[in-house]
């Protein structure tokens, strides 16, 4: 995934909108690139602007995504346990 911005982007008005469109695509693979993508986006914007809050919301969110994955599954469902995150150290030991 790249970091660089659209071209079409330049000097256009910052949106939520343009903050959720990136959004979208987090995943714990692309987490930390969408994070600068979106620090980009929104800076220079003033601290109270409705995109800039959004934004570094949304930057912690990916900050975390990106550090410890994603949990799978659904935490209390009975009879089903969570997936391991990646993070995990005991990711990938498998009793042979």
């Known amino acids: 995934m790249s970091e660089a911005e659209h071209p079409s982007r330049a000097g256009q ?12 695509a987090s995943t714990p693979h692309f987490a930390l690139q ?9 800076q ?11 934004g570094e919301r949304e930057i912690a969110r990916l900050d975390a995504l990106g550090v ?18 990646v993070s995990d150290p005991g990711f990938g030991d498998h009793a042979a």
């Open 34 to 42: 969408l994070r600068n993508r979106i620090r980009r986006l929104i």
């Open 13 to 24: 008005q910052v949106t939520v909108e343009d903050v959720r469109a990136l959004m979208g």
């Open 44 to 54: 220079g914007l003033p601290a109270d602007h409705p995109a800039r809050l959004e």
């Open 68 to 85: 410890s994955g994603e949990v799978r599954g659904h935490r209390g469902e009975p009879g089903l346990e969570p997936l391991a995150s």
